[in-house]
């Protein structure tokens, strides 16, 4: 746990010889109330579950999956490799998960309390997983909201959970590209931005008061050279 935490340090502080640009990801410019919010009206919804197996019932096993961080970005829901599309993310999940995912307005999302788990490097945190379809069909933004619950007495322990698992996270993004630093200016505890291959992808760590939030946030094939965008010194909030 402390190494982890210590990776997830250096990473938040060293300077970059390149960054990024804001993206135009909608979860990157929610604020925290915002994504709480979601996050409450997706379990509001879930009072009534949504996600299904393949036939039909509702789903009652846990669809586990064993993940790494290049399958978390280059993959819809860690598994779909090919999802470039809301139909195929649908036909990818009964095929891999037994599940079809649950359609609100033009997101598809996959959740714990339906069964949906990554397993990272041994670790399970709850995980809500969201692909939003533009009006192609195409899947032009997906994100994961892994979640670490706690009340008083158990906030440090939730915190010792969620930076063994941020810091296990960035220090991978960190090893599989150079091309990633931490923004300076933002109020989450931290954000992260650069690319893995051609995605976007941004990191950030949200205290929501009884849950810190991690996001992974993606946008496929999203990166041009426009992109690139002078050095800065990597801060955090910690």
Known sequence: MKRAMQHMMLLLLITVTVSFSATASVFSAMGAGEVSALLDRRAADMAVPAATTAKGSAAGTTAAVTVNARDMVGKVFGIIED??????CVDGAREVLSMTPSLEGSALWLDS???YRLLYEGMSPDVAAMAHIADNDFIDEYCYFFLFPYTGEGKAA???DQAGFSGTLLQELHDITADIGAVADTPDLFFVNGRVDN?????RLLDDADRYILMLIVSP???TPAD??????????L
């Open 83 to 88: 999802g470039r599309t809301g139909r195929r």
């Open 113 to 115: 309390a339906d069964g």
């Open 158 to 160: 939730a915190n010792c």
């Open 199 to 203: 995605n976007m992808v941004d990191v």
């Open 221 to 223: 094939d999203a990166y």
């Open 228 to 237: 690139d965008s002078p050095a800065t010194d990597a801060t955090a909030q």
